[in-house]
T-cell receptor
Framework: DAKTTQPPSMDCAEGRAANLPCNHSTISGNEYVYWYRQIHSQGPQYIIHGLKNNETNEMASLIITEDRKSSTLILPHATLRDTAVYYCIVRAFFGNEKLTFGTGTRLTIIP | GAGVSQTPSNKVTEKGKYVELRCDPISGHTALYWYRQSLGQGPEFLIYFQGTGAADDSGLPNDRFFAVRPEGSVSTLKIQRTERGDSAVYLC?????????????FGPGTRLTVL
């Protein structure tokens, strides 16, 4: 799986949009971008994934650049409960089923 | 519905002892994964089961670590002759492996402390 680069930490004011960047410049054509988050003392939680189109679900939006070398996870109205470590992972489909986590971005929502 | 459960939630043992960690996946999930997470790090893959068989055990650090899933549901991670460096949170995840997108659902983990 390709390596990802994320900032180690970010702050965001409660109620504002949190934009978490991820670089994956060596991503292959058959690799998806996944985002997971891990709230303190819990297991990782799936957020969203995408291949090349922008995606939105009830938790977040995922914006992938046209060249697919970077992406941004957007939490539209951050709450205190969104404080967590966010992991950006690239992973091929149909094979190599493991997830390769980096160190992620520690997002702190400020009241 | 019920998520992935892991028991015990905490385990303290002495160096050299044997431990077993249990994972109950989501019912019907054919794939099961074990990860290990050290303080300040992201989870690190250990082993992956598809059904009863280990499809990928490349992440097991050495032969002291072994995992089984005899009936294709519950899995047990076994660690022999524990060392202080084995202290970590051990996470289990399961998925359906349906189609090309595989969402893994994680349990809360077992915190293992080796004294």
């Amino acid at each position: 799986d390709a390596k990802t680069t994320q900032p180690p930490s970010m702050d965001c004011a409660e109620g504002r949009a949190a934009n978490l960047p991820c670089n994956h410049s060596t991503i292959s054509g058959n690799e998806y971008v996944y985002w997971y988050r891990q709230i303190h003392s819990q297991g990782p939680q799936y957020i969203i994934h995408g291949l090349k189109n922008n995606e939105t679900n009830e938790m977040a939006s995922l914006i992938i650049t046209e060249d697919r070398k970077s992406s941004t996870l957007i939490l539209p109205h951050a709450t205190l409960r969104d404080t967590a470590v966010y992991y950006c992972i690239v992973r091929a489909f149909f094979g190599n089923e493991k997830l390769t986590f980096g160190t992620g971005t520690r997002l702190t929502i400020i009241p | 519905g019920a998520g992935v459960s892991q028991t015990p939630s905490n385990k303290v043992t002495e160096k050299g002892k044997y431990v077993e960690l249990r994972c109950d996946p989501i019912s019907g999930h054919t794939a099961l994964y074990w990860y290990r997470q050290s303080l300040g790090q992201g989870p690190e893959f250990l082993i992956y089961f598809q059904g009863t068989g280990a499809a990928d055990d490349s992440g097991l650090p050495n032969d002291r670590f072994f995992a089984v899933r005899p009936e294709g549901s519950v899995s047990t991670l076994k660690i022999q002759r524990t060392e202080r460096g084995d202290s970590a949170v051990y996470l289990c995840a399961s998925s359906t492996l349906a189609g090309e997108v595989d969402t893994q659902y994680f349990g809360p983990g077992t915190r293992l402390t080796v004294l």
